[in-house]
C-alpha cells in the first residue's frame, strides 16, 4: 500500500555575495550590461530560470538601494531558451544600476532548477562623484 505522497514544494534557493568596489570606489559606476554565465544542467523545469539582482551602494554602510538604481531597473532574469536547448545560459541581460559599492543575488523558486553561477562580467563605466 502507497502512502500519500505529498507534491515537491520549491525553496528559496539563494546566493548573495559580499559587497565589492566598482572601480575603486571613489567614483560613481554606473552598470549597464551583465554576462551572468550561468548554467542551468540537471535541471528538470521546462524553463528553468533565476533571477539576478544588484544591490547598490553610495557609500560603505549606506544600505542596499542608496541611491535607488537608474531607471529603477537593478535585476533581470537570466533564463534558458528552450527553443535552443544547446544554450546553456544568456548571452547578456541589460541593467541599469549606479553605486560606488554593489552586492550581487542569484535567486530561484521554482520546482525542478538547478543552476551553478561561474564568473559573471559586468560592464561598468565611471559615473561621477556624487
Same mark, same amino acid.
Given at each position: 500500500? @502507497?502512502?500519500?505522497?505529498?507534491?515537491? %514544494?520549491?525553496?528559496?534557493?539563494?546566493?548573495? /555575495? !559580499?559587497?565589492?568596489?566598482?572601480?575603486?570606489?571613489?567614483?560613481?559606476?554606473?552598470?549597464?550590461?551583465?554576462?551572468?554565465?550561468? *548554467?542551468?544542467?540537471?535541471?528538470?523545469?521546462? !524553463?528553468? +530560470?533565476? #533571477?539576478?539582482?544588484?544591490?547598490?551602494?553610495? /557609500?560603505? =554602510? /549606506? =544600505?542596499?538601494?542608496?541611491?535607488? +538604481?537608474? =531607471?529603477?531597473?537593478?535585476?533581470?532574469?537570466?533564463?534558458?531558451?528552450?527553443?535552443? $536547448? %544547446?544554450?546553456?545560459? #544568456?548571452?547578456?541581460?541589460?541593467?541599469?544600476?549606479?553605486?560606488?559599492? @554593489?552586492?550581487?543575488?542569484?535567486? /530561484? *523558486? !521554482?520546482? =525542478?532548477?538547478?543552476?551553478?553561477?561561474?564568473? $559573471?562580467?559586468?560592464?561598468?563605466?565611471?559615473?561621477?562623484?556624487?
Amino acid at each position: 500500500m @502507497m502512502g500519500n505522497l505529498t507534491p515537491p %514544494v520549491a525553496i528559496n534557493a539563494h546566493i548573495t /555575495s !559580499s559587497e565589492f568596489d566598482l572601480q575603486n570606489g571613489d567614483n560613481f559606476g554606473f552598470i549597464r550590461r551583465v554576462l551572468p554565465d550561468m *548554467t542551468f544542467s540537471g535541471s528538470t523545469a521546462d !524553463s528553468p +530560470s533565476a #533571477t539576478m539582482t544588484f544591490y547598490p551602494l553610495k /557609500s560603505p =554602510g /549606506s =544600505g542596499y538601494t542608496t541611491p535607488a +538604481s537608474e =531607471g529603477g531597473d537593478s535585476s533581470a532574469s537570466v533564463t534558458r531558451s528552450v527553443a535552443a $536547448p %544547446v544554450e546553456a545560459f #544568456t548571452d547578456q541581460i541589460n541593467v541599469r544600476v549606479r553605486g560606488r559599492q @554593489m552586492a550581487l543575488k542569484i535567486e /530561484s *523558486t !521554482s520546482t =525542478g532548477v538547478q543552476w551553478q553561477l561561474g564568473s $559573471p562580467r559586468v560592464d561598468v563605466r565611471p559615473d561621477g562623484r556624487r
